[in-house]
């Protein structure tokens, strides 16, 4: 399966603290992009780092792409409750869009 | 208001009767897509398009059907729905998928009895 590994697949902190997360494929990484969701809603496109690019910072997100490892993460930090939700990252092709099986935060004041 | 709708958003029925879940995007967006969203699975491919007429396989299309017919809609039919088809289905839109968001629809939960 070309679907990314998402670690961890659930994250508990509180309030202020830092949240990261990484993902990882088996198969090359060309644009990498992440998404959140709140509870089953749709997907909410939050950041997209392109193949040749290391780091790409948004507001309170940041993220690295390794492309020799085939891994991103992604951190978000000074957490609030709103930011309470599953990320999922998305590999991005010519005609696909392939995403990991996503972290499940929960951010408690 | 840039928005994908889906309809309808719930939807419980029964093993074998066909059904159609609707999707339409408003932003003139090339490509068009289908998500199931399983529990521990993540998001899979079901369907893509991208342009009218122009329509092909993702990583789990048996059971499903697509058209496009027109740039706006892509519908998702389930000729013979079974069981194992019940998820959360989610349409995207894109103007390019390499570098740009894909724009979510609301989902809608199929249970198939």
């Known amino acids: 399966s070309q679907q990314g590994e998402e670690d961890p697949q659930a994250l508990s902190i509180q309030e202020g603290e830092n949240a990261t997360m990484n993902c990882s494929y088996k198969?090359?990484?060309?644009?990498l992009q992440w998404y959140r969701q709140n509870s089953g809603r749709g997907l909410v496109h939050l950041i997209l780092i392109r193949s040749n690019e290391r780091e790409k910072h948004s507001g309170r997100l940041r993220v690295t792409l390794d492309t020799s490892k085939k891994s991103s993460s992604l951190l978000i930090t000074a957490s609030r409750a709103a930011d309470t939700a599953s990320y999922f990252c998305a590999n991005s092709g010519y005609s696909t869009l392939t995403f990991g099986k996503g972290t499940m935060l929960l951010v408690s004041p | 208001e840039a928005q994908v709708t889906q309809n309808p958003r719930y939807l419980i029925t029964v093993t074998g009767k066909k059904l159609t879940v609707t999707c339409s995007q408003n932003?003139?967006?090339?490509?068009m897509s289908w998500y199931r969203q399983d529990p521990g699975l993540g998001l899979r491919q079901i369907y893509y398009s991208m342009n009218v007429e122009v329509t092909d396989k993702g990583d789990v299309p048996e059971g499903y059907k697509v058209s496009r017919k027109e740039k706006r809609n892509f519908p998702l039919i389930l000729e013979s729905p079974s069981p194992n088809q019940t998820s959360l289905y989610f349409c995207a839109s894109t103007s390019g998928l390499d570098y740009n968001e894909q724009f979510f629809g609301p989902g809608t939960r199929l249970t198939v009895l």
């Open positions: 932003m003139n967006h090339e490509y």
């Open positions: 198969t090359s990484i060309n644009n």
